[in-house]
């Protein structure tokens, strides 16, 4: 069973009793829901007068809650329900720590991810509001030394870092999710910028970016001469009174956060580095003052945060002049990922949304301006299902508010019946398509079914198959709420995908994959690469990827679709010339986002790469080193060194800052900060990577 702390509910009619959860840190607001304010808010809609009893919301919350942390495996999840200016709910569920069995508070703090979209959105906006930045002006206006290598970079304005639109590759991912607190990610990022080009024109199409979000930050750093952090603190979390809100400049209390988890195993504190796009740590709690500020037109409790304007401006839909939007659905904002959200607008309500989720935790946040309801949902897993809660609990509650008399119909779980599909039609959806996960191809199964492939591990691994055209016009199986078809705006043909949403009672359909047209074959120097296998060098030893992923990649090709490579397992790569690709995928919303360049460089006799951020060095310039002392010299820009280790039993490791160990399938073994002793089990080869700081010395000594 899920342990519960308890708080208590308050209604003008019933007290009922009121759970609480959350992330990672503790404080305040145990035992207290607020105060009810009677009257009308800034956008006339009633203030809860207390009247309202959310019993059957909370019940139902709560089971559907303990509910999805079973079935997931959750340690933890906390929840907060507004209604005006009253948190009618607040309930922290599970454990923040397994080992020692502590339970979840309403003040236990999580990081909430591109929530954190919602606040540099903030933030920007009361710049707007004094004056000090116009929302069309372009990005070098405030950023001076801003560049990129696509001269269309002058033209990306501040609007289009906040709506999605800038064109940029995507996300900066190096050094993002760490267990140690790291400065000067934001200005990585601008520097891993300038070296890129851009993905499409700006303003062309939205497409989920992190980026824009990161240079928004960097935006607020340069006009206020504060830091991006201090900033939303003095102007946002104390005006607001959200205590307990913080972005992870430092270790956080043990105890005051939720530790995450994944697959059972309990990590440190992550530190979430890109402050803007994904770092901020909070509460439902306090996220509720946040809403609430919305919910008022932009104050609360006497504190004016935004104009009316800048509140109505961010819950405008930004995608109105899209030259490339097949599938209109997703509603883009300032920082809100819809504004239209498709579960409330199904049943008749305007809703601000913005998901969020980093390596470990999964937020989702829900204001519905016009009935003054608002819903903070967060948890220490990305598969307990926040999205399907919070519309669930939102749904209820406009049920015991009596703005709904009942909740709506879940769609039919079988799909329409089969119609005879033309050949036409069968030949429109067959062929190669990709994404930012990967490549897939669709293929005749029989005269009348397709089937949809995917390309993993060297083969094609079926995905989906009897795919039959149904009365709707969408291709279906029996057993997958999800259907496909093919779309096009000229010249970009795509695979769209429909699938039920949230709770399960719309339809939300999205460009899944574009087209792969034919390519010249590959160049020499292309194929000469094909096969070899480079190793990260860039990554701080305390992040993510270096406790979760081998630091191993091989350039791949598939042998049907000739003239492209992969690097990472995912993205497609279409050579631009013999030392870098170019990109060429535009899908937008989501499945277009982070494309990266494939770059060579040369250095000396090796070649490197560089992909996203990441440095590689290729594996076949690794020494072997056998018994006896070895220095290991780190370059000048601090890259990690590696060494195959054979005919030894002892590793000795001295004047490193970290170090870790890898088996001959690239699987960490051990790992350690500073100096070390291993004890090498019996079956070689190992490999050891080296961490240090530019221009340092490590001596390695094996016996």
Same mark, same amino acid.
């Not at 970079?153 to 609007?159: C, D, F, K, S």
């Not at 270096?546 to 279409?574: F, K, N």
């Given at each position: 069973?899920?342990?519960?702390?308890?708080?208590?509910?308050?209604?003008?009619?019933?007290?009922?009793?009121?759970?609480?959860?959350?992330?990672?840190?503790?404080?305040?607001?145990?035992?207290?829901?607020?105060?009810?304010?009677?009257?009308?808010?800034?956008?006339?809609?009633?203030?809860?007068?207390?009247?309202?009893?959310?019993?059957?919301?909370?019940?139902?919350?709560?089971?559907?809650?303990?509910?999805?942390?079973?079935?997931?495996?959750?340690?933890?999840?906390?929840?907060?329900?507004?209604?005006?200016?009253?948190?009618?709910?607040?309930?922290?569920?599970?454990?923040?720590?397994?080992?020692?069995?502590?339970?979840?508070?309403?003040?236990?703090?999580?990081?909430?991810?591109?929530?954190?979209?919602?606040?540099?959105?903030?933030?920007?906006?009361?710049?707007?509001?004094?004056?000090?930045?116009?929302?069309?002006?372009?990005?070098?206006?405030?950023?001076?030394?801003?560049?990129?290598?696509?001269?269309?970079?002058?033209?990306?304005?501040?609007?289009?870092?906040?709506?999605?639109?800038?064109?940029?590759?995507?996300?900066?991912?190096?050094?993002?999710?760490?267990?140690?607190?790291?400065?000067?990610?934001?200005?990585?990022?601008?520097?891993?910028?300038?070296?890129?080009?851009?993905?499409?024109?700006?303003?062309?199409?939205?497409?989920?970016?992190?980026?824009?979000?990161?240079?928004?930050?960097?935006?607020?750093?340069?006009?206020?001469?504060?830091?991006?952090?201090?900033?939303?603190?003095?102007?946002?979390?104390?005006?607001?009174?959200?205590?307990?809100?913080?972005?992870?400049?430092?270790?956080?209390?043990?105890?005051?956060?939720?530790?995450?988890?994944?697959?059972?195993?309990?990590? /440190?504190?992550?530190? &979430? +580095?890109?402050?803007? #796009?994904?770092? $901020?740590?909070? *509460?439902?709690?306090?996220?509720?003052?946040? !809403?609430?500020?919305?919910?008022?037109?932009?104050?609360?409790?006497?504190?004016?945060?935004?104009?009316?304007?800048?509140?109505?401006?961010?819950?405008?839909?930004?995608?109105?002049?899209?030259?490339?939007?097949?599938?209109?659905?997703?509603?883009?904002?300032?920082?809100?990922?819809?504004?239209?959200?498709?579960?409330?607008?199904?049943?008749?309500?305007?809703?601000?949304?913005?998901?969020?989720?980093?390596?470990?935790?999964? /937020?989702?946040?829900? &204001? +519905?301006?016009?009935? #003054?309801?608002? $819903?903070?949902? *967060?948890?220490?897993?990305?598969?307990?299902? !926040?999205?399907?809660?919070?519309?669930?609990?939102?749904?209820?509650?406009?049920?015991?508010?009596?703005?709904?008399?009942?909740?709506?119909?879940?769609?039919?779980?079988?799909?329409?019946?089969?119609?005879?599909?033309?050949?036409?039609?069968?030949?429109?959806?067959?062929?190669?398509?990709?994404?930012?996960?990967?490549?897939?191809?669709?293929?005749?199964?029989?005269?009348?079914?397709?089937?949809?492939?995917?390309?993993?591990?060297?083969?094609?691994? &079926?995905?989906?198959?009897?795919?039959?055209?149904?009365?709707?016009?969408?291709?279906?199986?029996?057993?997958?709420?999800?259907?496909?078809?093919?779309?096009?705006?000229?010249?970009?043909?795509?695979?769209?995908?429909?699938?039920?949403?949230?709770?399960?009672?719309?339809?939300?359909?999205?460009?899944?994959?574009?087209?792969?047209?034919?390519?010249?074959?590959?160049?020499?120097?292309?194929?000469?690469?094909?096969?070899?296998?480079?190793?990260?060098?860039?990554?701080?030893?305390?992040?993510?990827?270096?406790?979760?992923?081998?630091?191993?990649?091989?350039?791949?090709?598939?042998?049907?679709?000739?003239?492209?490579?992969?690097?990472?397992?995912?993205?497609?790569?279409?050579?631009?010339?013999?030392?870098?690709?170019?990109?060429?995928?535009?899908?937008?919303?989501?499945?277009?986002?982070?494309?990266?360049?494939?770059?060579?460089?040369?250095?000396?006799?090796?070649?490197?790469?560089?992909?996203?951020?990441?440095?590689?060095?290729?594996?076949?310039?690794?020494?072997?080193?056998?018994?006896?002392?070895?220095?290991?010299?780190?370059?000048?820009?601090?890259?990690?060194?590696?060494?195959?280790?054979?005919?030894?039993?002892?590793?000795?490791?001295?004047?490193?800052?970290?170090?870790?160990?890898?088996?001959?399938?690239?699987?960490?073994?051990?790992?350690?900060?500073?100096?070390?002793?291993?004890?090498?089990?019996?079956?070689?080869?190992?490999?050891?990577?080296?961490?240090?700081?530019?221009?340092?010395?490590?001596?390695?000594?094996?016996?």
């Amino acid at each position: 069973m899920n342990k519960v702390s308890q708080n208590s509910e308050s209604t003008e009619g019933d007290a009922v009793p009121s759970p609480l959860r959350r992330k990672m840190l503790g404080v305040a607001l145990a035992g207290s829901v607020g105060v009810s304010l009677a009257g009308r808010n800034a956008f006339g809609a009633p203030n809860d007068t207390g009247h309202t009893n959310y019993a059957a919301t909370i019940a139902d919350g709560r089971a559907a809650i303990a509910q999805a942390m079973k079935k997931s495996n959750t340690t933890s999840v906390s929840v907060a329900l507004t209604d005006g200016n009253r948190v009618v709910w607040q309930q922290a569920f599970g454990v923040i720590d397994r080992v020692h069995n502590h339970a979840a508070s309403v003040d236990t703090l999580y990081n909430i991810g591109s929530v954190s979209k919602v606040v540099v959105s903030t933030a920007v906006m009361i710049l707007v509001d004094r004056g000090k930045v116009n929302l069309d002006a372009p990005v070098t206006t405030y950023i001076h030394d801003f560049k990129m290598l696509s001269p269309a970079y002058g033209a990306i304005t501040v609007r289009m870092l906040l709506d999605h639109t800038s064109g940029f590759p995507g996300a900066n991912y190096r050094n993002i999710f760490t267990f140690r607190p790291l400065t000067g990610y934001a200005r990585d990022t601008q520097s891993f910028l300038a070296a890129e080009h851009l993905k499409n024109e700006p303003g062309e199409m939205a497409v989920y970016c992190n980026d824009g979000f990161t240079m928004a930050e960097r935006v607020v750093e340069e006009v206020s001469g504060k830091t991006y952090a201090q900033f939303v603190k003095d102007e946002i979390l104390v005006p607001l009174k959200m205590s307990r809100s913080r972005f992870p400049l430092e270790y956080y209390a043990d105890g005051s956060f939720a530790y995450p988890y994944l697959d059972g195993k309990k990590y /440190s504190q992550e530190f &979430v +580095l890109a402050f803007g #796009s994904g770092g $901020l740590s909070s *509460t439902p709690a306090d996220m509720m003052r946040l !809403a609430m500020m919305f919910i008022n037109g932009g104050e609360l409790d006497g504190q004016r945060v935004l104009s009316k304007a800048a509140v109505k401006e961010m819950g405008q839909d930004q995608t109105a002049n899209l030259i490339l939007n097949p599938t209109p659905v997703w509603k883009w904002g300032i920082g809100w990922d819809q504004v239209e959200q498709p579960g409330m607008k199904a049943v008749g309500f305007t809703c601000w949304q913005k998901n969020g989720g980093t390596a470990f935790y999964g /937020s989702d946040f829900y &204001v +519905l301006p016009g009935e #003054s309801l608002a $819903l903070m949902i *967060t948890g220490t897993s990305l598969t307990y299902g !926040a999205a399907k809660l919070a519309e669930r609990i939102l749904l209820h509650a406009l049920k015991d508010k009596h703005l709904i008399t009942a909740l709506p119909k879940l769609l039919p779980a079988a799909p329409p019946p089969i119609v005879p599909a033309s050949n036409s039609q069968l030949d429109a959806m067959t062929g190669y398509y990709a994404n930012f996960e990967g490549v897939m191809k669709i293929m005749r199964k029989d005269a009348q079914a397709l089937s949809l492939l995917t390309w993993s591990a060297g083969q094609w691994t &079926v995905t989906s198959d009897n795919l039959r055209l149904r009365k709707d016009g969408w291709f279906a199986n029996e057993n997958s709420p999800r259907s496909l078809r093919a779309g096009q705006i000229s010249p970009y043909s795509y695979l769209d995908m429909r699938a039920p949403g949230g709770y399960g009672h719309y339809y939300v359909s999205i460009p899944l994959a574009e087209r792969v047209e034919d390519a010249p074959p590959l160049s020499s120097a292309w194929q000469a690469r094909v096969g070899n296998s480079w190793l990260l060098a860039n990554d701080d030893e305390s992040t993510t990827t270096m406790a979760m992923t081998s630091p191993l990649v091989t350039l791949e090709d598939i042998p049907e679709l000739p003239g492209y490579v992969r690097i990472d397992g995912r993205q497609l790569l279409l050579p631009g010339s013999d030392t870098r690709t170019r990109e060429f995928i535009k899908i937008p919303a989501v499945f277009g986002r982070d494309l990266d360049e494939l770059v060579v460089l040369s250095r000396g006799a090796e070649e490197w790469l560089m992909f996203g951020g990441f440095r590689y060095r290729p594996l076949a310039s690794v020494p072997s080193a056998g018994p006896g002392t070895h220095a290991i010299q780190l370059d000048n820009q601090g890259n990690a060194q590696y060494l195959q280790l054979i005919k030894a039993g002892k590793v000795q490791v001295s004047g490193s800052r970290a170090w870790r160990l890898y088996d001959a399938k690239w699987n960490t073994v051990q790992a350690g900060t500073g100096g070390g002793h291993i004890v090498l089990p019996a079956t070689p080869p190992f490999y050891l990577m080296v961490f240090g700081d530019p221009n340092s010395r490590a001596v390695v000594t094996l016996a």
